[in-house]
Nanobody, 124 residues
């Protein structure tokens, strides 16, 4: 069983940056692929990006357009989502999710564990 806790969200202005954290429980964190998703009001949950257990990354290019970067620190059981040049369309609840030894899954069903989400609001 793995528990995930997101943090770092908040209210920022357009053009600002934020770094979200996804802290995980468990001793086998390095064996998990971690994905980031977001859900805006009235919209379906959307894939943002993923970092595999090997450290490879994949992003939703259309949504993040090179502005977001995912990294991980296995010693701290934490994955980060660095978000730059934020705009109003980035306003959403951001979730991290985990899958054991998984590849670059981009669908909700690819993941077994989810955090509770953290709100990011970008004012224009």
């Amino acid at each position: 069983q793995m528990q995930l806790v997101e943090s770092g969200g908040g209210l920022v202005q357009a053009g600002d940056s934020l770094r979200l954290s996804c802290a995980a429980s468990g001793r086998t964190f390095s064996m998990y692929t971690i994905g980031w998703f977001r859900q805006a009001p009235g919209k379906e949950r959307e894939f943002v990006g993923v970092i595999t257990w090997k450290g490879g990354t994949l992003y939703n290019v259309d949504s993040v357009k090179g502005r977001f970067t995912i990294s991980r620190d296995n010693a701290k059981n934490t994955v980060y989502l660095q978000m730059n040049s934020l705009n109003a369309e980035d306003t959403a609840v951001y979730y991290c999710a985990a899958r054991f030894y998984g590849g670059v899954g981009s669908a909700n069903v690819d993941y077994d564990y989810w955090g509770q989400g953290t709100q990011v609001t970008v004012s224009s």
